[in-house]
T-cell receptor, first 113, second 113 residues
Framework: AQTVTQSQPEMSVQEAETVTLSCTYD???????LFWYKQPPSRQMILVIR??????QNATENRFSVNFQKAAKSFSLKISDSQLGDAAMYFC??????????FGQGTRLTINP | EADIYQTPRYLVIGTGKKITLECSQTMGHDKMYWYQQDPGMELHLIHY???????EKGDLSSESTVSRIRTEHFPLTLESARPSHTSQYLC????????????FGPGTRLTVL
C-alpha cells in the first residue's frame, strides 16, 4: 500500500523568510499525482499546489513551489516570503489514477512576526 | 457559487443520541468522501461514494453509516453517539477529471458528552 510520510510534525519560520516542508512517499507506480493541502486553524482545508509525476518541471503557484524528486520519491513544499496567513497545518497527499487520496501526518507551520 | 457545505458546524450531544451530519455540494462532483480528524492530527478516510447508490467503507473502521440518494448530498449518521466519537468530521468531493483533486467542506466538530 502507498504511504506518505511527513517527518516534521512542527516547523516555524520568521515572517518574510523561506521555509521548506518535507514529504516522502512510497510507491511502485510511475504515473501518479501529488498534492499539498493547507488547513488553517478552524478554517477550511484548501489545495495549495499539485504535481503530476510524469511532468519533470516543478509546479509553482505564486509564493509556493515544490521540489519534486521522482527517483527519491520526495515532494517538498517551499514557501517564499512567508506571511502570517501561511500559518496552518500542511498535508502532503498522493493519488494514483482513480484511487483514493493518501495523506501524510501533517506539519504544523508557525510564522513568527 | 459552487461550494461544499456542512451542517452543523459544531455539535455537542449526549451519549446514546442519534445524529446526522449533513454534507452537500453544488460543484457537480460525482465522488464524495468523509474523513475523521482529531485536532491537529492526520485525516482518516471513513466513507466514500463514487456516485448515487454507491457507498464504501474507508481505511478507518467507523460505527457511522452513510447514504447517497442524491448526487449532491452525502449525510453521515451515528445511531448511538459515544464519547469515543468526539472528533472533527470533514466532508469532501471531487470530480472525475485527471487531477481528481478533492475540495473540502468546513467540517463539523462533534463533542459527545
Amino acid at each position: 500500500a502507498q504511504t506518505v510520510t511527513q517527518s516534521q510534525p512542527e516547523m516555524s519560520v520568521q515572517e518574510a523568510e523561506t521555509v521548506t516542508l518535507s514529504c516522502t512517499y512510497d510507491t511502485s507506480e510511475s504515473d501518479y499525482y501529488l498534492f499539498w493541502y493547507k488547513q488553517p486553524p478552524s478554517r477550511q482545508m484548501i489545495l495549495v499546489i499539485r504535481q503530476e509525476a510524469y511532468k519533470q518541471q516543478n509546479a509553482t503557484e505564486n509564493r509556493f513551489s515544490v521540489n519534486f524528486q521522482k527517483a527519491a520519491k520526495s515532494f517538498s513544499l517551499k514557501i517564499s516570503d512567508s506571511q502570517l496567513g501561511d500559518a496552518a497545518m500542511y498535508f502532503c497527499a498522493y493519488r494514483r489514477g482513480a484511487q483514493k487520496l493518501v495523506f501524510g501526518q501533517g506539519t504544523r507551520l508557525t510564522i513568527n512576526p | 457559487e459552487a461550494d461544499i457545505y456542512q451542517t452543523p458546524r459544531y455539535l455537542v450531544i449526549g451519549t446514546g443520541k442519534k445524529i446526522t451530519l449533513e454534507c452537500s455540494q453544488t460543484m457537480g462532483h460525482d465522488k464524495m468522501y468523509w474523513y475523521q480528524q482529531d485536532p491537529g492530527m492526520e485525516l482518516h478516510l471513513i466513507h466514500y461514494s463514487y456516485g448515487v447508490n454507491s457507498t464504501e467503507k474507508g481505511d478507518l473502521s467507523s460505527e457511522s453509516t452513510v447514504s447517497r440518494i442524491r448526487t449532491e448530498h452525502f449525510p453521515l449518521t451515528l445511531e448511538s453517539a459515544r464519547p469515543s466519537h468526539t472528533s472533527q468530521y470533514l466532508c469532501a468531493s471531487s470530480s472525475s477529471g485527471p487531477y481528481n483533486e478533492q475540495f473540502f467542506g468546513p467540517g463539523t466538530r462533534l463533542t459527545v458528552l
